[in-house]
C-alpha cells in the first residue's frame, strides 16, 4: 500500500496505467505519470516515464490569496519539468499584489498583461530550446475566435504573422490548422501547427510549434509547444497529444 502511494519504483504509474482513461477521468494524473502503453512505467524494459503524461490544472488565485476557479488544463510528458523561475517570478508577482492590496479592494479589474508565460515546462537541463508554455493576453468583451480571427487558417496566419514572422529573420510555413471544442467546457479553440526557419542567423536550425488558443474569461489562452527539428520527429507525436489534451474549463 505504502509503495503505489509514493509510487515507489513506478507502482503507483503501473497501477493508474492499468485503466489510463478512468485514472485521467478522475485527474489521478496530476499526481503520477500515466500513460496508455502495456505494461508502463516499464513498456520499455526498465523503469521509464518517458512515454507518459501528467496532467497539470491551472492554479490562478485572486489579489487576496483565494483560489479562483482554474480556467484551462492539459497532459505533458512526464519527462519535462516546471520551469522553477517562471513559477517563481508568478509567485513574487502575486505576493507582492496581496500585500500592496490584501483585500482585493484596490486591484483593478483589469490587469496588465503578464510579461511572460504563466507556466512552462521542458527537460531538465535544457535552457529553453525545447519548451510548452501556456501565456495569457487580456481581449475586449465580446472577442470570439471567429469573430475577431476568421476561419482557424485565417487566425493562424494573423498570429503568426503578428507575433512570430519577420522578414528576413523568421520566416514561417503553417503546416496544419483546425478548430476543435474543448473537451470539458465545449469552448471553441483554434490548433495549429508551423515551422520557423532563421535565415538571418546562420547554423541555427528551423523550430516546429505546435499551438492552441481560446478565449476564457476575457482572456486570450496560448498553449504553445516548441521543439527544435533536430528532435521533432521523435517527439511531434507526444506533443500533439498534450497539445490535444488541452481544455478550458
Known sequence: MIGPAVNLWGSGSFLLSLLPEASRERKLDTFYPVSSRALYPYSTGRLDYGPGFKRYV??????NGLQKKPRFEFRYPAEYVQDQTVFLANADRAYQQRVQDPQGIFSNPTPTRRSGPEVAFGPAGQTGEENLSIVL?????????????????????????????????????????????????????????????????????????????????????????????AVWPDKQAALREAASSFALL
Do not use: W
Open 58 to 63: 491551472d492554479q490562478a488565485s485572486s489579489p
Open 137 to 229: 493576453g487580456r481581449v475586449q468583451p465580446g472577442f470570439t475566435l471567429r469573430g475577431a480571427l476568421g476561419s482557424p487558417v485565417e487566425g493562424a496566419e494573423r498570429l503568426i504573422q503578428a507575433t512570430i514572422a519577420k522578414p528576413g529573420l523568421r520566416e514561417v510555413r503553417l503546416i496544419d490548422a483546425c478548430e476543435r471544442a474543448s473537451a470539458q467546457s465545449g469552448r471553441p479553440l483554434y490548433q495549429f501547427e508551423y515551422e520557423v526557419t532563421y535565415p538571418g542567423l546562420n547554423g541555427r536550425q528551423p523550430t516546429y510549434t505546435i499551438c492552441v488558443v481560446g478565449v476564457v474569461d476575457q482572456e486570450l489562452v496560448t498553449f504553445a509547444s516548441r521543439v527544435p527539428a
